[in-house]
């Protein structure tokens, strides 16, 4: 089997669980007010489920334009650092191919990519897996559209609490992915909760926990290297 | 203030940014840096620093379904049952409660 296949067989677990959650976001957009075509549109080319939440939050006739980039920006942010630590896969492929595909690289992508130690084209694997996801994407919005008449606004409310399950379940999947990572995510967890209690903006949050879990597992990392 | 379409425009092109920036930056870090493992950890900070706050918005009966949530998952590795378990019981808290 072609590793492309291989992707796409390893996602659907992972496409299903972002279809329900596409179907979630489709009926919230309708209670939102948010336009069938819209709707559709943000799914096909943001193709990213906490930003489109976000942004449909505060849809109406006209929105505050630096409000929806910027807290897009910052939401979507975690994408960069997905890239650097998985984007030498796309290193040697053709241009054309490398900034197409780039749009397809998500959370799921990124996750799955980590696991695939026994991938040997790990490029046509994220592929597989990308294609996979964002199809289901697609259909789940376009079922969330349809069905969001039948549903109370108070239960499309309700299930708003699934994104988080979702994110963290990529969060675990990423943990037991990787061995050798749990002082420096220990305290990246301590920082946020900090953080949190704080009241400081997102954003800062965020930084406080990447640079937390970034600088002690440099240090540990130069620590173990120096000790042979 | 701008009308929706501008977004439309506007929103994916940042979108494709934040995914294009780290592809680039990665290529300037060596395979065997001892950089490479922090940049592995970064993601899951990252993620974390969303999914903590997130959390703990929460109702208490959403925090309850969501640790059995991870608890199902973390033993079964289904995403699936996990997400039926998830989403029942967020469902099941909403009309029985």
């Known amino acids: 089997m072609d590793d492309f296949r291989r992707g796409v067989l390893d996602s659907l677990g992972l496409g299903s669980t972002a279809a329900i959650f596409a179907t979630i976001f489709g009926a919230a957009a309708v209670a939102q007010g948010v336009e069938f075509m819209e709707a559709m549109a943000l799914s096909a080319f943001v193709f990213a489920g906490s930003v489109q939440f976000a942004t449909i939050s505060i849809w109406g006739d006209t929105l505050p334009f630096a409000t929806v980039i910027v807290s897009g920006f910052l939401i979507a942010s975690r994408n960069i650092f997905m890239g650097m630590a998985l984007g030498h896969v796309f290193v040697g492929q053709p241009t054309w191919q490398k900034y197409l595909k780039i749009f397809f690289y998500t959370d799921v992508s990124y996750v799955l990519g980590m696991k695939a130690d026994h991938i040997k084209n790990k490029f046509a694997y994220i592929c597989g897996v990308g294609a996979l996801v964002y199809s289901f994407w697609m259909i789940g919005t376009f079922v969330g559209l349809l069905i969001a008449e039948s549903l109370q606004k108070s239960v499309v409310d309700s299930l708003a609490y699934a994104g988080i399950m979702y994110l963290g379940m990529l969060v675990i999947m990423l943990m037991k992915a990787k061995d050798g990572f749990k002082v420096p995510i220990v305290l990246a967890a301590i920082t946020i909760l900090v953080l949190y209690w704080l009241g400081v903006e997102q954003f800062v949050i965020m930084l406080g926990s990447v640079l937390v879990g970034g600088v002690s597992n440099l240090w540990l990392e130069l620590r173990s290297r120096k000790n042979g | ?97």
């Open chain 2, 1 to 97: 203030m701008v009308e929706p379409w501008i977004v439309l425009v506007a929103l994916p092109i940042v979108l494709y940014f934040t995914r294009a920036i780290g592809v680039v930056l990665s290529s300037y870090v060596a395979e065997d840096s001892p950089y490479r493992s922090t940049l592995l950890i970064l993601p899951i900070c990252a993620m974390m620093a969303f999914f903590i706050p997130g959390a703990l918005k929460g109702s208490l009966l959403e925090q309850a379904m969501l640790v059995v949530f991870l608890v199902v998952f973390w033993f079964t590795n289904n995403s699936i049952v996990s997400m039926v378990v998830g989403i029942g019981g967020l469902l099941a808290a909403k009309f029985l409660l």
